[in-house]
């Protein structure tokens, strides 16, 4: 069994509550959604053709046992729910990229799902698979990545109409170099809501350099 893979890389995570930890990341071929604010669109084509069994070797020479699985939209493929199982088997700690676009119940449970749910302001709100709040468990997270004020009222309601926080953490993230992070801080800070405001530790250290 294989899979599309753009890279292999390590690297610190830098979102979600893993922030900062050393990590293997996996990044996938391939994306069906087109967010106006995406900033890995190089992966949406290219990459090689590569065994699960090699996936798990090259994992492995880094020498951590944590591994991110992300894309472009990594459960656009398949197999992707195997190389997910096998890792857990692997004894992996291991966490899934993936927008709320796709079905997360098939998803080893053994996983951490990062669920981004999208917004109005990424011109995908329509593609968000509404089911998936059923799916999501405690260590699970959801992420809204916020365009502007607009965007932060909408993921406010959300919030208030599914309950989202009771059933796991959530993270507020603003668009880098769109929505300044000071006014994001504000918005949450004045409305007292309950989740984590996020800023892309990456893209701080390094830019908007591939690989990181």
Known sequence: MSLRIHEIFFSLQGEASRVGLPTVFV???????????????????GGETIKISDIMTQVGSYGVKRVTVTGGEPLAQKSCLKLL?????????????????????????????????????????????????????????????????TDYQWAKQLLADRAIAEKCSVLFSPVYSQLQPRDLAEWILTDKLPVRMQVQLHKILWGEKPGH
């Open 27 to 45: 990044r996938l071929t391939g994306c069906p959604l087109r967010c106006g604010y995406c900033d890995t669109e190089y992966a949406f084509h």
């Open 85 to 149: 199982k096998t890792l857990c088997d692997d004894g992996y700690d291991v966490s899934l990229e993936t927008s709320g676009a796709m079905d997360i119940a098939p998803v080893d449970v053994r996983v951490s799902v990062i669920l981004d749910l999208k917004t109005p302001g990424s011109g995908e709100v329509e593609k968000n698979l509404w089911q998936n709040l059923e799916s999501l468990k405690a260590k699970d997270e959801v992420k809204f990545v916020l365009c502007d004020a």
